[in-house]
């Protein structure tokens, strides 16, 4: 009865090798994010769709994209990965306005050999 | 800009003992305030948020505007309250995203 379902668990990449991570929702919210934890650190949003309209935060580097293909999947591209990109990725929804929720996932980790 | 506060890293109790997690914000107008946990191997959730006005798992939290405030208390705490515990921030002119603060970790000694 999972709600937000993250794929992978744990990913293992190479320098620079292209990397995808995999978000579904079964609750059908409007909104969902992405999130970047590194240890000991606050989980950092990344960007967010509300619906189909992407939202990036200004210091999101252009290494990281996101696609939004329907309500219930949004993947997270990171283009080039570097060594600092290793960190836990969050993937959260919610339904959208005043007052609502964010349910996460479990999470993916990043490793970058 | 907004901003939260949790000053500390690890707070370490007894069992049964009170429990106060800080958290101040920074923010101009009236946001919206949240604690979410994280238990070991398990996903971040929601605790409470302020709007609520509820208490959870024993646990409270009073917004308090002219401090700044949004401090998480329970009078006895117990062992499996041990987890990590953000405190989160929701502007109005920032539309859904969240602002997280760094986190505090409680464990609950027996």
């Known amino acids: 009865d999972a709600m937000v379902i993250q794929n992978p668990r744990y990913q293992v990449t190479q320098f620079g090798k292209p990397v995808t991570l995999s978000c579904s929702q079964t609750?059908?919210?409007?909104?969902m994010y992405w999130y970047q934890q590194k240890s000991s650190q606050a989980p950092k949003l990344l960007f967010h769709y509300y619906d189909k309209d992407f939202n990036n935060e200004a210091d999101t580097p252009d290494n990281f994209q996101s696609r939004r293909p329907n309500t219930s999947f949004c993947f997270l591209d990171i283009r080039s990965p570097g060594l600092g990109d290793a960190a836990m990725y969050l993937c959260a929804t919610s339904r959208g306005g005043q007052g609502d929720t964010q349910y996460f996932g479990p999470g993916t980790r990043l490793t970058v050999l | 800009a907004q901003r939260v506060t949790q000053p500390e890293k690890l707070l370490s109790v007894f069992k049964g003992a009170p429990v106060e997690l800080k958290c101040n914000y920074s923010?101009?107008?009236?946001?919206?305030l949240f604690w979410y946990v994280q238990y070991s191997r398990q996903r971040l959730q929601l605790l409470l948020r302020?709007?609520s006005r509820e208490s959870i798992k024993g646990f409270t939290a009073d917004l308090n505007k002219g401090e700044t405030s949004f401090h998480l208390k329970k009078p006895f705490a117990q062992e499996e309250d041990s987890a990590m515990y953000y405190c989160a921030l929701k502007g109005r002119s920032s539309g859904d995203k969240l602002t997280f603060g760094t986190g505090t970790r409680l464990a609950v000694r027996p």
């Open positions: 609750l059908n919210h409007n909104v």
């Open positions: 302020h709007i």
């Open positions: 923010y101009s107008g009236s946001p919206e």
